[in-house]
């Protein structure tokens, strides 16, 4: 089965720049077969949003509160997913999730993070 692994988080003022990574296992990369790679982000007290979503053929979607900011890739060779977060802000502080599901992304969707498998995630906090 689809295992993941999130690293990358830390602490940082606000402007400055994170990278974080997700190490893929247990799945190898089809170019015909559709899946969704994404990231989410949960803040104490408020739900699970989705941050940013890649298919399998690169196409990317974005939340509205991290477009411009937030870049989402994937090195399909090294079944790793990236997410370069750039001039962060104290609203971004969160754990931060990888995710997996068959077929195209939804991001936007309600149901989309049904159905998910998670990463344990790993801590971003922008404060000064």
């Known amino acids: 089965q689809v295992q993941l692994m999130e690293s990358g988080g830390g602490s940082v003022q606000p402007g400055g720049s994170l990278r974080l990574s997700c190490e893929v296992s247990g799945y190898t990369y089809r170019s015909y077969s559709p899946y969704c790679m994404s990231w989410f982000r949960q803040a104490p007290g408020k739900e699970r949003e989705g941050v940013a979503a890649?298919?399998?053929?690169?196409?990317?979607t974005y939340g509205d509160s991290v477009t411009g900011r937030f870049t989402i890739s994937q090195d399909n060779a090294k079944n790793t997913l990236y997410l370069q977060m750039n001039n962060l802000n104290t609203e971004d502080t969160a754990m931060y999730y990888c995710a997996a599901k068959s077929g195209y992304c939804y991001l936007k969707s309600p149901r989309f993070k049904v159905n998910l498998t998670w990463g344990q995630g790993t801590q971003v906090t922008v404060s000064s």
């Open positions: 890649i298919d399998t053929d690169g196409a990317t």
